[in-house]
């Protein structure tokens, strides 16, 4: 079966934009998790949804949010960019959620200029 | 507080064993994870541990003291495609949400 599928791959933005990331998860899966992985502070939760509702979230400003859709595809958006948010965005699909296995799709790079 | 210890970097050889140890803090305990990742490329599930003890998957096995805090990643055979950062991830509380740790970069030379 297909794996997570973020996109973009890339992306550059400038301080002050806004972007939106896109992640598919496993077809059936029902919860996506995002993540935060930069060289600093390692891995760190951003939010996690399950049929459309933001499940959990973690210790980020209120400029990060995400949202799902009815086909478990989910986007995430950092408003008011800065250059502390150049990281690789990481979604994580599975099927009940953070206490079971979880597949990671490849990432987003982000670097804000 | 919620720090999880793991070694920054160890090297072993081809062939060899390593042991990648991971120290948490116990309160509102859950589970631990482990994950592998390779350099540019997304963390790979390992394992999770839920109850003490040793649970072994192929080459690779992972061992959890709940009432230690303790839990480590064994890898037999090294295989050069073992190098890679392993991730050791503690979920707490009614959430589930995981706290990770810094990562043990393992360097495999032949």
């Known amino acids: 079966k297909a794996g997570v599928t973020q996109t973009p791959r890339y992306l550059i933005k400038t301080r002050g934009q806004q972007v939106t990331l896109s992640c598919s998860p496993i077809?059936?899966?029902?919860?996506v998790s995002w993540y935060q992985q930069t060289p600093g502070q390692g891995l760190q939760f951003l939010f996690e949804?399950?049929?459309?509702?933001?499940?959990n979230k973690g210790n980020f400003p209120g400029r990060f949010s995400g949202r799902q859709f009815s086909n478990s595809r989910s986007e995430m958006n950092v408003s008011t960019l800065e250059l502390g948010d150049s990281a690789l965005y990481l979604c994580?699909?599975?099927?009940?959620?953070?206490?079971?296995?979880?597949?990671f799709g490849q990432g987003t790079r982000l670097t804000v200029v | 507080g919620q720090n999880i210890d793991q070694p920054t970097e160890m090297t072993a050889t081809e062939g060899a064993i390593v042991q990648i140890n991971c120290t948490y803090q116990?309160?509102?305990?859950?589970?631990l994870f482990w994950y592998q990742q390779h350099a540019g490329e997304a963390p790979t599930f390992l394992s999770y541990?839920?109850?003490?003890g040793l649970e072994e998957k192929g080459r690779f096995s992972s061992f959890l003291s709940r009432s230690k805090g303790y839990s480590y990643l064994l890898l037999k055979e090294l295989q050069m495609k073992d190098s890679a950062s392993y991730l050791c991830?503690?979920?707490?509380?009614?959430?589930?949400?995981?706290?990770f740790g810094r990562g043990t970069s393992l360097i495999v030379h032949p």
């Open positions: 994580a699909s599975s099927y009940r959620g953070m206490n079971t296995e979880a597949f």
């Open positions: 077809s059936g899966h029902r919860s």
């Open positions: 949804y399950f049929s459309e509702t933001q499940r």
């Open positions: 116990t309160s509102g305990f859950n589970g």
């Open positions: 541990n839920v109850l003490d």
């Open positions: 991830a503690v979920t707490r509380g009614g959430s589930y949400i995981p706290t």
